[in-house]
């Protein structure tokens, strides 16, 4: 299911992930680190993987269309879990 972001509010949901996310996220979903942070607008295409974000140019650094919202669901829960 495709989600659509702005490219300001994805950095900020990884800027706010507790330390250690990157690394748990890329575990759980059995991909590099840098895969999970080409996620989240990275380009270190060379360890990571791309990751099927479409950035489109626009207000608020544009607009993010991300084809698989898995690991974003993911990283909003544990940012939820970090409140509580």
Known sequence: MDKKITFNEL??????LPDGSIR??????DIEV????NYFGGAN????KSVGLHIEP???GGVVLIDDSKILERAKELL????H
């Open 11 to 16: 950095r900020k949901i990884k800027d706010s």
């Open 24 to 29: 748990q996220l890329a575990h759980e979903f």
């Open 34 to 37: 840098e895969t999970v942070r």
């Open 45 to 48: 295409y060379d360890r990571g």
């Open 58 to 60: 626009g207000p608020n």
């Open 80 to 83: 939820a879990d970090e409140i």
